[in-house]
């Protein structure tokens, strides 16, 4: 099938990789997202989707909206079978999803109707799923609700951070993207509706959401570090500074703190929650690098009053 993809972060790559690769496909070009700061220096650059279909020579095209009368206009031109999407980043007007004749197939990390929305790996994590895999699916109006092509699963291992869960499924859910195209071409894979019991929302994390609380139980404080992590990056205040934490361990055979307190030894840097303590792994005070919690404790010296949060 003639294609155009639609993606722009790191993501999207193993998919657009594995269409260019397929020989029963053909990208004709790809939608991203514009040119953006980034890094920092805050320098403007392509998005990695960019980059790739570059390097491929192959057309680039970054509306502002998905509705601009020139990308429409061009899309037509280009005529697609079916555009595959793989987080792209930006809504898509129904002018745009009328174009191709098979639509527009995403491919949503959840399974679906569960965690419909912007940020369904971390939500998986934050909430402690078990399982959860990828669905690829064909975009209506309603938000991720289309009718669902295939899934696979995929298993939350108790370390998971969300960017160590999103690059696995980033890798199968190509797989299986690749599939639901061959299937669609070949008239034997058919859409299926979603079920009307199951449904969840998977709301955009944002940098607010991501300050740990210490009153909550210590399963709570993991998960939601492991969530934030690499993005938008779990936080506390310690001294009015604040301070970004990697993954923690829950250390259920430490003796109690209060939520907050500090034990420092030789070997870990404890907290206290609302059940028992976490060793801090990483962190990265305000204005300066990533380090070990060892070196942050002999650098600050926290004294007995001293608490996070």
């Known amino acids: 099938m003639r294609l155009v993809f639609a993606g722009t972060p790191d993501t999207a790559l ?11 496909h053909d990208v004709a070009a790809v939608v991203t997202r514009p040119d953006a700061p980034s890094g920092r220096g805050r320098k403007v650059h392509p998005s ?13 095209l970054r509306p ?16 697609p079978d079916a555009c595959p999407v793989v987080a792209y980043g930006a809504l ?14 995403n491919l949503h990390f959840s399974l679906l109707p569960a965690w419909r929305g912007a940020a ?34 995929e298993e939350v291992r108790p370390s998971d951070t969300s960017g160590e869960l999103l690059a696995r499924l980033a890798e199968s859910g190509a797989g299986l993207l690749a599939a639901t195209l061959d299937g ?3 008239g ?51 001294r009015g500074q604040r301070v970004k934490l990697g993954p923690v361990r829950p250390a259920p055979g430490a003796p109690a703190l209060a939520p ?6 030789k070997n870990s840097v404890l907290v206290g929650t609302a059940t028992h303590p976490v060793e801090l792994g990483e962190v990265q005070p305000q204005g300066k690098r990533l380090m070990s919690a060892g070196e942050w404790a002999r650098g600050v010296r926290p004294a007995g009053e001293d608490r996070l949060g």
Not at 199 to 224: F, G, H, Q
Not at 260 to 265: A, I, P, R
């Open 14 to 24: 193993p998919s657009l990789r594995a269409l260019l690769d397929s020989p029963r």
């Open 48 to 60: 990695p989707v960019a980059e790739l279909a570059e390097e491929a020579g192959i057309e680039v």
């Open 64 to 79: 502002v909206k998905a509705g601009d009368p020139a990308f429409l206009d061009r899309l037509r031109e280009i005529g």
């Open 92 to 105: 898509l007007p129904q002018a745009a999803l009328d174009i191709p004749r098979h639509g527009w197939i």
């Open 120 to 153: 369904p790996v971390q939500h998986a994590v934050l909430h402690g799923d078990e399982i959860t895999g990828a669905a690829t699916f064909q975009i209506v109006k309603e938000l991720d609700a289309g009718p669902v092509y295939g899934v696979v699963t």
């Open 184 to 186: 669609i071409e070949d």
């Open 188 to 238: 034997t894979l058919e859409a299926r509706p979603q079920p009307l019991d199951g449904v969840s929302l998977a709301p955009k994390i944002n940098v607010e959401d991501a300050r740990v609380d210490w009153s909550a139980p210590a399963m709570r404080v993991d998960r939601l570090v492991r969530a934030c992590t690499p993005a938008p990056g779990a936080w506390t205040e310690f």
């Open 260 to 265: 907050g307190e500090l034990s420092v030894s």
